[in-house]
């Protein structure tokens, strides 16, 4: 196993959970990024899961999906969000997914009878998939291994990031430990005891880790610093606070006054250029300066974990900073909104945003949040589910068909205004992007990139300004185009068609300052320095409803 040019950096979890590896990963990227370096990242997750596509929101956060069709962990849209470059399949790999290759392989007899075990195949197959994210000659690849050190699940993917060491030559691979230091008020100290724990349960297992990042509430005094140098055997300048932040993309920064960057570069012999900090400079500068702005509802049935939302969230933040404004974001849960509490809970905000999401629980308050939308001129954003409830709505009340519902919801409906395609394949055939989109979940769903063509004159196109674009997507149910003439003669537009017109993309309603559906995910394209025109747009129009308030 050789790689001449590509160097490797590995980040690994201590103490507990939820430190911010994904965060920290995704800002030493960007560091390099513009040290005029070509940077790649990739995430390890040690669950039984072949991907996060099945799990729970509630206990994993959202599922990011790329252009590609993977569904994947949500630290891969931080990694999109920092580093400006697309991610795709090979960018998070599972212990699932490890275990599956694996085992065909040795169905298929590609081990020629031999026994195999967790060394060495699982951990070849793993070491195999890191090397599989250097794609284009990248001079630095990050990958994050998820978990904490010391869960059992995790331990295959640290003996084989251990392995690569003696694999790569160590002057082309780098141990990066984030942990806590936590501040013991009553005390008045940091303490340091977790940190050399973790360091010693990482050490035990043949890994020393090179630089020491530490998760905690304020800065380490260099007295600190030293006593952990010396106790978990790293050099004194390897060291570094990773203090919390006001806004995330002030990480990059505080990183940076950290000198962590630089210390890599020493470390792994990279082109000394100096980086070029200045596009995150004015963002952080941009970030503190901006207005009180509207308040946007979002209408969901996963508000109790807000990572559920993510790139959703991250999406109005980057439309805020569009609009000069901080949108207050007012999380609603769709399962408790009735008729009868729909304006205490919407009367008093200047926008309504329904997310997507999959099954029957929460469906009608979203359904009634949409109502309430239309009828009282509140600029509206509907994303996927939320663009079919949407149409549901529209259907019963505009439309007069008070059955109407998703043919996943009730398959009975006399209405089915959305419903699975029957001639799904018959379709697939004639898509402009072919893949290959059957599931072992039980179903059929439309994953990834999808190109769709903008009617002009619409809300769409002005927030776009291009007649064809390309947006990821990720469900089963379509819009029933049988509708279509109904649904326009009452005034809704279809505004955004698949090139060959087969299916509806993005609804809209005339006579509203800002009603638009659409059937993808916009927020997994947002950036901080690029904005997606639907959410710059939407809080464009918010911005406006709260100044005429």
Same mark, same amino acid.
């Given at each position: ?9 590995f980040i690994t979890g201590g103490v507990l959970s939820s430190l911010g590896k994904g965060l920290a990963a995704a800002s030493i990227g960007a560091l390099l990024k513009t040290r005029g370096l070509k940077v790649t990242i990739q995430k390890l997750d040690p669950y039984i899961n072949v991907d996060p596509g099945t799990m729970n929101p509630f206990q994993h956060g959202?599922?990011?999906?790329? /252009? ?7 630290? @891969? ?32 007899? #590609?081990?020629?009878?031999?026994? $195999? ?33 010391? /869960? ?6 640290? %003996? ?74 790293? /050099? ?11 806004n995330i993309y002030e990480v990059p920064l505080t990183f940076y006054n950290e000198g962590i960057d630089q210390k890599i570069a020493i470390m792994l012999k990279l082109p000394a250029k100096n980086p070029d900090l200045t596009p995150w400079i004015n963002l952080v500068k941009k970030l503190k300066s901006l207005n009180p702005g509207p308040k946007i509802a979002i209408?969901?049935?996963? +508000? /109790? !974990? ?10 109005? $933040? ?8 901080? *949108? %207050? @974001? $007012?999380? $609603? ?29 929460? +469906? ?5 949040? =949409? ?12 994303? =996927? ?12 009340? +505009? ?17 089915? +205004? ?7 394949? #018959? ?8 893949? #290959? ?9 439309? !994953?990834?990139?999808? *190109? =769709? ?24 149910? %379509? ?25 509806? %993309? ?44």
């Open positions: 196993m050789t790689n001449n040019k590509t160097k490797f950096i959202e599922v990011y999906v790329t /252009d590609d069709g993977a569904e994947t962990d949500l630290d @891969l849209g931080h990694y999109e969000r920092y580093l400006g470059i697309p991610m795709g399949k090979h960018n998070n790999c599972t212990s699932g997914s490890v275990y599956y290759e694996v085992i065909k392989k040795e169905r298929r007899g #590609d081990y020629l009878g031999g026994t $195999v075990q967790v060394i060495p195949h699982i951990t070849d197959q793993i070491k195999q998939s890191i090397l599989n994210v250097v794609k284009n000659g990248e001079d630095v690849a990050i990958i994050e291994i998820g978990g904490t050190v010391g /869960d059992i699940e995790g331990q295959p993917f640290l %003996e084989a990031i251990r392995q690569m060491r003696y694999d790569l030559g160590k002057e082309n691979v780098l141990y990066i430990h984030l942990t806590l230091v936590p501040y013991i008020k009553t005390a008045g100290e940091l303490k340091t005891k977790p940190t050399q724990h973790s360091v010693k349960e990482l050490r035990s297992i043949g890994i020393q880790p090179d630089i020491i990042l530490c998760r905690s509430e304020m800065e380490l005094n260099e007295g600190i610093k030293r006593k952990i140098a010396l106790f978990c055997n790293v /050099d004194p300048d390897a060291v570094f606070s990773a203090v919390d932040v006001e209408v969901g049935k996963y +508000v /109790d !974990l807000k990572e559920s939302y993510k790139s959703l969230h991250e999406a109005l $933040v980057h439309g805020g900073i569009a609009n000069n404004v901080k *949108p %207050e @974001l $007012v999380y $609603v849960n769709s399962e408790e909104l009735t008729q009868e509490n729909v304006h205490e809970k919407l009367g008093h905000v200047h926008g309504i945003l329904v997310p997507g999401g999959f099954g029957s629980r929460g +469906v009608e308050g979203k359904i009634i949040a =949409c109502k309430y939308a239309r009828e009282n001129k509140i600029p509206f954003f509907g994303i =996927c589910l939320g663009m079919q409830c949407a149409v549901i709505e529209f259907a019963r009340n +505009v439309l007069n068909l008070p059955k109407a519902n998703s043919s996943e919801f009730d398959p009975n409906t006399p209405d089915a +205004v959305i419903y699975l395609m029957t001639e799904w394949y #018959d379709f697939r055939k004639k898509c402009v992007q072919k893949r #290959d989109v059957s599931s072992e979940k039980g179903g059929t769903m439309r !994953l990834g990139a999808y *190109p =769709c063509k903008l009617k002009k004159g619409t809300k769409s196109f002005e927030a776009y300004k291009r007649e064809l674009i390309s947006e990821r997507h990720r469900h089963r149910y %379509e819009f029933n185009k049988k509708y279509a003439e109904d649904f326009q003669k009452k005034g809704m537009v279809l505004s955004g068609l698949s090139p060959d017109e087969e299916l509806v %993309e993005i609804i809209e309603i005339k006579d509203h300052p800002w009603f638009v559906g659409c059937q993808f995910h916009p927020e997994f394209k947002s950036k901080p320095m690029d904005p997606h025109p639907l959410f710059v747009n939407f809080i464009k129009a918010a911005k406006e409803k709260l100044r005429c308030s």
